[in-house]
């Protein structure tokens, strides 16, 4: 008989990293697995949502379909349409905002993370969430198990799953696992972002003439030689908290030859973040009365890393498919997001779908290559450089979270064929 | 070639190369807001202006309908060299 201490151990399906993409794999395979199985959600911060409560990304891309001359639409049903009528529910934001082409949906980072944490825990005992626990080690037993080892203040515990969902942003589980692990020449990497907010801040600042002006004296400025260049990549956004904004800037990586490996140089790069962050604020305060009253700057935990490594999938996602709209046999979520390209640290450029639909992500780039049993979802999906500019997105990130926990959930019950599996998705998602 | 056609012609690739990709049937006359042209890319537009087109871009320019379409920004910048 196996004694209720080893039972706690044994989960049927693991999920690693508790971001956009974590929770929604981890909900999905709770939802999906037979009664009496068991999910277990590793997240090594004490936060769930990743980068809206880490990073305050504070809209959420990729959400609706890339159609601005119709009403808005989410292009992914089941979680993502989940969270976003909870979010909209709880900031009061009745629509979505028209951006160009695209919409995008103001959310609270604050929020964002409540909600994520009510949502797992609301699926019950099932699902486990692990917080402040970190996996350090994952082995594959002769029976095709995972063993994984788990850090958090009680030392190492050994937790086992029959089959892995690695959200970890970083492809982490390739590398304890020895599979492929994709990455692009840093000098490439899509730049990341630094992200803080004021507040007290003039309702002034959402009039669109003022930030056209903002824009005109920041060019100047830079031109100047007053602000560093870097600068030209930023945007405020004014919070859905009244008096509150949100300044995202670009980091320029090349000084410190930043990597995501490297955490000294993350530690770098997010100190020049904050200088740069403060050289910011103190041009807005001097120049502009709907700053003078405002807080001293709040800044974010962590940087907003937009690229690092990926895993090697059964099919790889390249940005012609996205751009033209290819069809797969085994589609379980909808790219809706441009390719928003930042190498440069000045600014995003923009490559739109050809015709105005969400694009397809087959399952075959949530699977390993290599490990059966192994899934992924996220930023570290089997995608090239260039498309992951645009599934990085948190909506798109909800989506492939939820199709690779539910395939990680009917690996566990038995289910192994990747088109058998697909074709259940659909059939659940339709 | 005139010298607004020119510049409406090198407006149109300096935008695809770094803001958003034109295609063919953007004309010099359809909407760049539609296209994405919010405060964020306009940044990036002004610096090209005064960096590529060199003219220097001044408060009172900042009419929205000054940046609305590639023919509008070609007179505006066509007017800046004028003057």
């Known amino acids: ?430 | 070639m005139t010298e607004l056609s020119s510049t409406i012609k090198s407006l149109r690739s300096l935008i695809s190369e770094r803001l958003f990709q034109l295609n063919e049937c953007f004309t010099e006359d359809c909407d760049l807001y539609a296209e994405g042209l919010d405060s964020m890319a306009m940044m990036q537009l002004i610096l090209m202006l005064e960096q590529e087109m060199a003219v220097r871009i001044d408060p009172q320019d900042l009419a929205k309908e000054n940046f609305q379409t590639l023919k509008a920004i070609a007179i505006l910048v066509e007017k800046k060299r004028f003057s």
């Open chain 1, 1 to 430: 008989m196996i004694k209720p201490s080893e039972q706690s151990n044994r989960f049927d399906v693991v999920v690693i990293g508790g971001g956009s993409a974590g929770i929604c794999a981890a909900i999905a395979a709770s939802r999906q697995a037979e009664r009496g199985s068991r999910v277990a959600l590793i997240e090594k911060s004490g936060h769930l949502g990743g980068m809206g409560p880490l990073a305050f990304v504070h809209t959420f891309c990729g959400l609706y379909h890339p159609d601005t001359s119709r009403p808005p639409r989410v292009a992914n049903l089941g979680l993502p349409a989940e969270i976003e009528a909870a979010i909209r529910r709880l900031t009061g934001e009745d629509e979505p905002t028209a951006m160009g082409r695209v919409y995008v949906l103001r959310q609270h980072p604050e929020i964002y993370g409540q909600l994520a944490k009510e949502l797992v825990s609301a699926e019950g005992a099932e699902l486990v969430a692990m917080m402040e626990s970190e996996c350090t080690k994952i082995s594959r037993e002769s029976d095709g198990r995972f063993t994984l080892d788990i850090l958090s203040a009680e030392g190492v515990r050994q937790i086992h799953g029959s089959s892995v969902v690695d959200c970890s942003a970083d492809a982490l589980a390739a590398d304890f696992l020895g599979a492929t692990r994709m990455s692009e020449n840093s000098d490439r990497l899509q730049k990341p972002a630094f992200i803080f907010s004021l507040s007290n801040v003039g309702e002034g600042v959402r009039d669109e003439h003022f930030k056209m002006r903002l824009a005109l004296d920041l060019v100047h400025a830079v031109r100047a030689g007053q602000l560093p260049d870097t600068i030209l990549g930023s945007t405020l956004r004014e919070s859905v908290n009244k008096g509150e904004c949100f300044v995202s800037m670009d980091l320029d990586t090349t000084e410190v030859q930043w990597d995501p490996s490297n955490p000294a140089a993350t530690a770098e790069i997010e100190k020049k973040g904050r200088a740069l962050a403060r050289q910011l604020c103190s041009f807005l305060k001097a120049r502009y009365s709907y700053f003078k009253q405002a807080t001293e700057p709040r800044f974010p935990p962590s940087i907003g890393v937009r690229e690092s490594f990926r895993w090697l999938g059964q099919h790889v996602l390249n940005a012609e498919e996205l751009i033209e709209g290819v069809s797969f046999p085994d589609t379980v979520a909808y790219a809706a997001w441009p390719l928003e390209m930042r190498e440069d640290a000045k600014g995003a450029k923009f490559t739109y779908f050809k015709n105005a639909k969400s694009s397809e992500i087959p399952l075959r780039s949530l699977v390993s290559a290599e490990i059966p049993g192994v899934y992924f979802a996220g930023r570290c999906i089997s995608a090239t450089h260039e498309a992951l500019a645009s599934v990085r997105v948190m909506g798109t990130c909800f989506a492939t979270g939820q199709a690779a926990g539910m395939a990680a959930a009917l690996f566990a019950s038995g289910l192994n064929q990747i088109d058998v599996q697909a074709r259940k998705i659909q059939q659940i998602l339709k």
